[in-house]
């Protein structure tokens, strides 16, 4: 017998799944936020409803619990750069907004990237506890903007950087 681990192949297949790689624009009150997420996917034609995975420790996660609404940051590949600022938590870096440059949506409020390819303004719909780490956060589309022209294959991805969030 090898002394070597077995790989576990439910992680290894779930890094395998090419996700997008997005920033989270969050607001309540004077309090924004801007923070990198990767777990999107809309799950309903009608009426049009995404599902984001939230990390409960997060910052945004108690900014868009209060307020009930988020903004989705979409980037191209070519702008991975814009988003690395926000890679870094609230937590690890408290003054990550001071130096932002962005502008809030004219629905929500909420930190919109400049430079991003395009944002969704979005209203909560209902907050699933998942018993995990994250929960699973289901939104209606508000409204949105198309800021730079695109298809999906040249939007900004996890793999585009390297980069893993899955397992």
């Known amino acids: 017998m090898s002394d070597t681990p077995t790989p576990n192949p439910i992680s290894n297949l779930l890094r395998r799944m090419p996700y997008g790689f997005y920033a989270l624009g969050s607001q309540h ?68 907004m001071k130096t932002a440059t962005f502008r809030p949506a004219p629905l929500t409020g909420a930190p919109v990237v400049e430079g991003a390819a395009g944002y969704l303004e979005l209203e909560v719909v209902n907050i699933l506890e998942t018993g995990g780490d994250h929960d699973i956060v289901l939104a209606k589309p508000l409204g949105g903007e198309i800021l730079k022209p695109g298809e999906a294959k040249d939007s900004l991805s996890l793999p585009d950087l390297g980069w893993s969030y899955a397992g």
Request: glycine share 4%.
């Open 29 to 96: 009150g004077d309090d924004s936020n801007l923070m990198v997420f990767n777990w999107v996917t809309q799950v309903s034609f009608e009426p049009q409803l995404l599902a984001v995975g939230l990390q409960k420790t997060s910052h945004s996660y108690g900014l868009v619990t209060a307020s009930r609404q988020f903004v989705i940051n979409l980037f191209l590949a070519e702008d991975a750069e814009l988003i690395k600022p926000f890679t870094k938590s609230r937590a690890k870096n408290p003054d990550k």
